[in-house]
């Protein structure tokens, strides 16, 4: 009969295991991805994996991983370990008055905001959302690329599919 102790050390050992398994992605695309915060500042050609629970970017600089994204339903991680919920993340990295979900639906190329003043065209859509002394945004979804800038909190995040 195996004891506790060891039955503990299996069960912990298989918890480790399951977490490092790779996640499958249903969608992989090659992105140029600027993505420039007050605290952030990264520009350059990475890849975006995609599956319905979460989102994963990579940004590359000669050849090296300079940052790492997975966004899921409740959280952004960053890098290895280092995982937050959106609202924290919003706080420490964007605007602590932007909705939680702002990020991974920039990613996604949704609608932001509730689709508010949401105005549709052939290839995408545009918003353009203030209010004062929180945010001036001008967000656009067209063709193959996505462009959030937020004016008054110095935020610009683009992605350029090149697939």
Do not use: W
């Not at 605290?39 to 940004?59: C, P, R, S």
């Not at 997975?70 to 993340?89: A, D, T, Y």
């Not at 690329?145 to 909190?153: A, C, Y």
């Amino acid at each position: 009969m195996i004891s506790y102790k060891s039955f503990m050390l299996m069960l912990f050992s298989l918890m480790l295991l399951n977490s490092c398994t790779n996640k499958e992605y249903k969608k992989q695309e090659s992105v140029f991805i600027v993505f420039k915060t007050p605290t952030l500042k990264y520009a350059d050609l990475g890849f975006m994996y995609e599956n319905k629970d979460e989102i994963k970017v990579e940004i590359y600089g000669s050849g090296k991983a300079l940052m790492s994204l997975e966004i899921s339903s409740q959280n952004v991680c960053m890098g290895f370990l280092s995982c937050m919920h959106k609202k924290q993340f919003n706080n420490k990295v964007l605007s602590q008055t932007y909705p939680d979900n702002i990020i991974e639906n920039i990613f996604r190329g949704k609608s932001i905001f509730n689709a508010k003043t949401l105005m549709k065209k052939s290839n995408g859509f545009t918003q353009k959302i203030s209010e004062p002394n929180k945010y001036n945004i001008t967000y656009s979804v067209l063709n193959k690329q996505i462009k959030f800038h937020d004016t008054l909190n110095n935020i610009l995040i683009k992605v350029k599919r090149l697939n």
